[in-house]
């Protein structure tokens, strides 16, 4: 099946650090992505749609100069969060999405902590 | 806006079944997904309907009606490690498509 790689999968890092996360489709490509928060014992809560070749789409109430999306291929989208403060510490997955499919497949996360 | 309802909280025995139910309120509505999530670690897909009726994988099964706007995951013969959270996710389109996903049920099995 079809499978979607993140890395890392645990970032520890100082207040103030920014902090990249990739998302790769590994066999299939991925147009679209979709890149959760997750706090803990609570839902993931959708924060913005990767488009491969344009701009991301953010959810309201989602900084988009703080989580800044690329994705400039079609295997490959970063989430980097800038200048990262302790609430920014969550879970973060990313998914993606065969054009006329389902189900999304999601990557195994990123769980990042600021100190 | 959009909502999804589900419980938070099932508790069931081991060799029991299971029904988690979701209710949902959206625009564009596309189709109802399952995940399953084990503490620590990532969603995983169970099901999904995106026409009326009962889709069967394995002990799971999920059905959905769309003029009722519900659906319901089953699990039969619960395993403990079945113990997980389940959430329903409603995917729709309006000029792009998304999938939100409801808060989750915390689902207990005991021996």
């Known amino acids: 099946g079809a499978v979607v790689s993140q890395h890392p999968s645990r970032v520890i890092c100082k207040s103030g650090t920014s902090v990249k996360i990739e998302c790769r489709s590994l066999?299939?490509?991925?147009?679209?992505m979709f890149w959760y928060r997750q706090f803990p014992k609570q839902s993931l809560m959708l924060m913005a749609t990767s488009n491969e070749g344009s701009k991301a789409t953010y959810e309201q109430g989602v900084e988009k100069d703080k989580f800044l999306i690329n994705h400039a291929s079609l295997t490959l989208s970063t989430l980097t969060v800038t200048s990262a403060h302790p609430e920014d510490s969550s879970f973060y997955i990313c998914?993606?999405?065969?054009?006329?499919?389902?189900?999304?497949?999601f990557g195994d996360g990123t769980r990042l902590s600021i100190l | 806006g959009q909502s999804l309802e589900q419980p938070s909280e099932v508790t069931a025995v081991e060799g029991a079944i299971v029904q988690i139910n979701c209710t949902y309120q959206?625009?564009?509505?596309?189709?109802l997904s399952w995940y399953q999530q084990h503490d620590g670690g990532a969603p995983t897909f169970l099901s999904y309907?995106?026409?009326?009726g009962l889709e069967e994988t394995g002990r799971f099964s999920s059905f959905l009606s769309r003029s009722d706007s519900y659906g319901y995951l089953l699990l039969q013969e619960l395993q403990m490690k079945d113990s997980a959270s389940y959430f329903c996710?409603?995917?729709?389109?309006?000029?792009?498509?998304?999938?939100?996903f409801g808060a989750g049920t915390r689902l207990f099995v005991k021996a």
């Open positions: 309907n995106g026409l009326d």
């Open positions: 959206t625009s564009g509505f596309y189709g």
């Open positions: 066999d299939f490509q991925a147009t679209t």
């Open positions: 998914s993606a999405r065969i054009v006329g499919d389902q189900p999304q497949h």
């Open positions: 996710a409603v995917s729709r389109n309006t000029g792009g498509f998304k999938t939100i």
